[in-house]
C-alpha cells in the first residue's frame, strides 16, 4: 500500500481554511443572537431559541479552537522542516 506524503503547507491552509469558515459562522450566530437577546421576548419559544443559539456558539467556538490548534501544529512542522533544511545545507556546504 502507498502511502501519499502530506504536504505540511496545504495542511495549514486547510486548517486556516477551516478556522475562517467557523468564525464566520460564528459571527453569523452572534448577529442571531443579538436579534433574539434585542427583542426583549420572555416567551418560552424565545428562550429556547436563545438556548439552542448558545449551545451553537459552544459547539463553533470549540471548532475554531481545535482548527486554530491543528494550524499552530502545522505551522511548527513547517518552521522545523525550514531549520532541517537549512542545517542540512549548512552541513552540505561545510563539508563541501
Avoid: H
Avoid at 495549514?12 to 448577529?31: R, W
Avoid at 491543528?70 to 552541513?91: D, T
Wanted: negative net charge; contains cysteine.
Amino acid at each position: 500500500m502507498v502511502r501519499a506524503a502530506i504536504n505540511p503547507s496545504e495542511e495549514l491552509a486547510y486548517c486556516e481554511f477551516k478556522t475562517e469558515l467557523y468564525q464566520s459562522e460564528m459571527t453569523g450566530l452572534e448577529n442571531l443572537m443579538d436579534q433574539w437577546v434585542g427583542m426583549n421576548d420572555e416567551s418560552g419559544f424565545a428562550r429556547a431559541q436563545i438556548a439552542q443559539i448558545r449551545s451553537q456558539i459552544n459547539l463553533v467556538r470549540a471548532a475554531i479552537g481545535f482548527w486554530r490548534g491543528e494550524a499552530s501544529f502545522w505551522r511548527q512542522e513547517i518552521a522545523e522542516n525550514k531549520n532541517a533544511v537549512k542545517e542540512g545545507n549548512k552541513l552540505a556546504t561545510a563539508t563541501g
